[in-house]
């Protein structure tokens, strides 16, 4: 197929994830299209609509929740909310009637981008609420949209879809089934040359071929220009304009969704659309590019004041922005647990997990029970609110999942495809091997995403001592701790215990962690043996200490610097220090402090 794109196509806008939507946005169940195409197959693109008035088509639009659409601004230049029906699960414009998928809806309102200009395609983007919700089926989904900070680089591969014109002036044929159209994103630095600089603005992106042949036209104004990330689809770009259709040297022009994420979210205030945040691999080939007019990429000057740990040996268990003190549950804040990891599979949080080394996920082995397909799962890395801006995340893909075999409570590593830059935000958990103790009465944390996180999902923190086990466990490989209030999607997390300098990961968080032993015997006891109702019982990591160096190799050693966190994360240890050297200065002060 051949979609073209002409100067009454406009770009994007771009929301944000509430709970419901990031658990359904970006899923095509019966997509399974791989290279480029000409007809699209029924329900491989389920939140693609059409705009008509009167039963004759003008733009398209995606559905990106239960009650709104996302189109362009310029669609809507003379044409009222009150003129326009809204058709869903649309396969082929001449058969709709008779098509059981399609459902249609009024338009209550259309909400145009308040700074979108005619004149410069800028902002092109409105929403489009409807007379009444839609329920999601096969064949009616709403996309992800990509979140701020989003990256698309010189030659991401993209999906356009639509019903417009197959060439200049050409009317789609016949029984206007929905055309796709496979091309790459060209950098805006390219595209402005090609355009003349200065007409590509940041909130717009490029995508098609320099040598012509595919595009959006005509009457695909307002569709979705689609990239996939793991199994989910993101939208990128909404079809904006561009120099005829399929021109040599003139790429489409969409807006650039993931520079909307705010105005979105202020328009839509409950029910809120998807937010995934879309991250390109390797390096941007648009820098390079220069032209008369373009002004030159800033030089990486940058690297003269990078801090001098960038430079350094990685180390693990370092958290510089850690001020955790006291006990019980709580929510975290950025940078706290800069190793936690969120899992990621259909654009939805499945379960915790943490960063071990520069390119290693430690995670629980149950967590892949829906899937063992490296391809299906997506690491993000310093995030803290699941439903929320995090300036400090980045996401990265999966190439390979690695499951230990031991008879209970087996663990999980992920190698990711790339190295993270380590920041305050991002930083690997030291693991525990079997050379570190845990004595009884430790206090130490667990930490996770569950339903205690609010509306936006934040990072929740558990305070726990570690326990005497008693007869609930072998003590050789287990450890255990008070009852935390674990859910589903804390599994994979990590127990978290402060030894000298640096933070340890004692133990994956599983869900059958509770003892389930008839220990009750033990109440007798003077220490705290093990109780089915007060105690959790987890596998040390250091059971999996010949798995882990087979899959990881070499993790990184301890944090030893005294000034990194230690006295932030206020410490039992840096307490004992303080406490021992006002011993040497002075017993008889030490002695009156104590009484």
């Given at each position: 197929?051949?979609?073209?794109?002409?100067?009454?196509?406009?770009?994007?806008?771009?929301?944000?994830?509430?709970?419901?939507?990031?658990?359904?946005?970006?899923?095509?169940?019966?997509?399974?299209?791989?290279?480029?195409?000409?007809?699209?197959?029924?329900?491989?693109?389920?939140?693609?609509?059409?705009?008509?008035?009167?039963?004759?088509?003008?733009?398209?639009?995606?559905?990106?929740?239960?009650?709104?659409?996302?189109?362009?601004?310029?669609?809507?230049?003379?044409?009222?909310?009150?003129?326009?029906?809204?058709?869903?699960?649309?396969?082929?414009?001449?058969?709709?009637?008779?098509?059981?998928?399609?459902?249609?809806?009024?338009?209550?309102?259309?909400?145009?981008?308040?700074?979108?200009?005619?004149?410069?395609?800028?902002?092109?983007?409105?929403?489009?609420?409807?007379?009444?919700?839609?329920?999601?089926?096969?064949?009616?989904?709403?996309?992800?949209?990509?979140?701020?900070?989003?990256?698309?680089?010189?030659?991401?591969?993209?999906?356009?879809?639509?019903?417009?014109?197959?060439?200049?002036?050409?009317?789609?044929?016949?029984?206007?089934?929905?055309?796709?159209?496979?091309?790459?994103?060209?950098?805006?630095?390219?595209?402005?040359?090609?355009?003349?600089?200065?007409?590509?603005?940041?909130?717009?992106?490029?995508?098609?071929?320099?040598?012509?042949?595919?595009?959006?036209?005509?009457?695909?104004?307002?569709?979705?220009?689609?990239?996939?990330?793991?199994?989910?689809?993101?939208?990128?770009?909404?079809?904006?304009?561009?120099?005829?259709?399929?021109?040599?040297?003139?790429?489409?022009?969409?807006?650039?969704?993931?520079?909307?994420?705010?105005?979105?979210?202020?328009?839509?205030?409950?029910?809120?659309?998807?937010?995934?945040?879309?991250?390109?691999?390797?390096?941007?080939?648009?820098?390079?590019?220069?032209?008369?007019?373009?002004?030159?990429?800033?030089?990486?000057?940058?690297?003269?004041?990078?801090?001098?740990?960038?430079?350094?040996?990685?180390?693990?268990?370092?958290?510089?922005?850690?001020?955790?003190?006291?006990?019980?549950?709580?929510?975290?804040?950025?940078?706290?647990?800069?190793?936690?990891?969120?899992?990621?599979?259909?654009?939805?949080?499945?379960?915790?997990?943490?960063?071990?080394?520069?390119?290693?996920?430690?995670?629980?082995?149950?967590?892949?029970?829906?899937?063992?397909?490296?391809?299906?799962?997506?690491?993000?890395?310093?995030?803290?609110?699941?439903?929320?801006?995090?300036?400090?995340?980045?996401?990265?893909?999966?190439?390979?999942?690695?499951?230990?075999?031991?008879?209970?409570?087996?663990?999980a590593v992920l190698q990711l495809s790339r190295k993270p830059t380590l920041t305050d935000y991002i930083q690997p958990i030291c693991v525990?091997?079997?050379?570190n103790s845990f004595p009884v009465n430790t206090q130490c944390w667990a930490a996770g995403w569950g339903s205690g996180g609010g509306v936006?999902?934040?990072?929740?923190?558990?305070?726990?001592?570690?326990?005497?086990?008693?007869?609930?466990?072998?003590?050789?490989?287990?450890?255990?701790?008070?009852?935390?209030?674990?859910?589903?999607?804390?599994?994979?997390?990590?127990?978290?215990?402060?030894?000298?300098?640096?933070?340890?990961?004692?133990?994956?968080?599983?869900?059958?962690?509770?003892?389930?032993?008839?220990?009750?015997?033990?109440?007798?006891?003077?220490?705290?043996?093990?109780?089915?109702?007060?105690?959790?019982?987890?596998?040390?990591?250091?059971?999996?200490?010949?798995?882990?160096?087979?899959?990881?190799?070499?993790?990184?050693?301890?944090?030893?610097?005294?000034?990194?966190?230690?006295?932030?994360?206020?410490?039992?240890?840096?307490?004992?220090?303080?406490?021992?050297?006002l011993l040497l200065l002075s017993l008889p002060v030490l002695v009156q402090m104590i009484s």
């Amino acid at each position: 197929m051949m979609l073209t794109l002409s100067l009454a196509l406009v770009i994007g806008f771009l929301a944000k994830g509430c709970h419901s939507q990031l658990s359904v946005c970006g899923v095509a169940p019966l997509n399974t299209k791989i290279v480029g195409g000409q007809d699209a197959s029924p329900g491989s693109w389920p939140w693609q609509v059409s705009l008509q008035v009167s039963g004759s088509h003008f733009c398209g639009g995606s559905l990106i929740n239960s009650n709104w659409v996302l189109t362009a601004a310029h669609c809507f230049a003379s044409i009222t909310a009150s003129q326009v029906t809204v058709y869903l699960g649309d396969q082929s414009l001449s058969t709709q009637g008779s098509n059981t998928n399609v459902v249609a809806r009024s338009v209550l309102q259309a909400i145009k981008h308040p700074s979108y200009s005619s004149t410069t395609n800028d902002n092109d983007l409105a929403l489009l609420q409807l007379s009444s919700s839609v329920t999601f089926t096969n064949y009616i989904k709403p996309v992800c949209l990509a979140a701020a900070g989003s990256t698309f680089f010189n030659g991401t591969l993209t999906w356009v879809t639509g019903w417009g014109n197959t060439a200049s002036g050409v009317s789609l044929p016949s029984p206007k089934t929905l055309q796709e159209v496979q091309i790459p994103v060209v950098g805006n630095r390219k595209c402005n040359c090609l355009y003349g600089v200065g007409q590509i603005t940041d909130n717009m992106m490029c995508a098609g071929l320099l040598a012509g042949g595919k595009d959006s036209c005509q009457g695909d104004s307002g569709g979705p220009l689609v990239s996939k990330q793991g199994g989910v689809w993101v939208q990128a770009g909404i079809v904006s304009f561009g120099y005829s259709c399929a021109q040599p040297n003139y790429p489409g022009v969409y807006t650039r969704v993931s520079q909307y994420q705010n105005w979105i979210n202020q328009q839509i205030t409950s029910n809120q659309p998807g937010f995934v945040t879309y991250t390109s691999t390797g390096t941007d080939g648009d820098l390079s590019v220069s032209c008369a007019g373009l002004p030159t990429v800033a030089t990486t000057t940058t690297t003269t004041t990078v801090p001098t740990t960038t430079a350094s040996p990685v180390v693990c268990g370092s958290a510089k922005l850690n001020t955790v003190t006291g006990g019980g549950n709580s929510l975290a804040s950025a940078g706290v647990w800069p190793w936690m990891a969120s899992l990621q599979r259909n654009g939805t949080h499945v379960c915790g997990g943490t960063l071990v080394a520069e390119q290693f996920v430690l995670s629980s082995a149950d967590c892949f029970s829906s899937s063992t397909n490296a391809s299906d799962w997506i690491v993000i890395l310093g995030r803290l609110k699941q439903n929320g801006v995090n300036a400090n995340e980045v996401s990265v893909n999966v190439t390979k999942i690695s499951l230990s075999t031991g008879t209970a409570n087996n663990i999980a590593v992920l190698q990711l495809s790339r190295k993270p830059t380590l920041t305050d935000y991002i930083q690997p958990i030291c693991v525990d091997q079997g050379d570190n103790s845990f004595p009884v009465n430790t206090q130490c944390w667990a930490a996770g995403w569950g339903s205690g996180g609010g509306v936006e999902q934040t990072l929740q923190q558990f305070n726990t001592t570690i326990l005497d086990c008693g007869n609930a466990s072998s003590s050789n490989s287990s450890i255990c701790t008070g009852v935390m209030p674990l859910e589903q999607t804390n599994k994979g997390g990590p127990l978290l215990c402060k030894i000298g300098q640096s933070w340890v990961q004692a133990a994956v968080l599983t869900l059958a962690s509770n003892s389930n032993s008839s220990t009750n015997t033990s109440s007798s006891n003077s220490t705290r043996a093990a109780s089915v109702s007060d105690v959790q019982v987890f596998t040390k990591t250091s059971s999996f200490s010949s798995f882990l160096n087979t899959t990881v190799g070499t993790l990184p050693p301890k944090a030893t610097n005294t000034s990194s966190s230690a006295t932030a994360a206020g410490s039992t240890a840096s307490s004992l220090l303080s406490v021992t050297s006002l011993l040497l200065l002075s017993l008889p002060v030490l002695v009156q402090m104590i009484s």
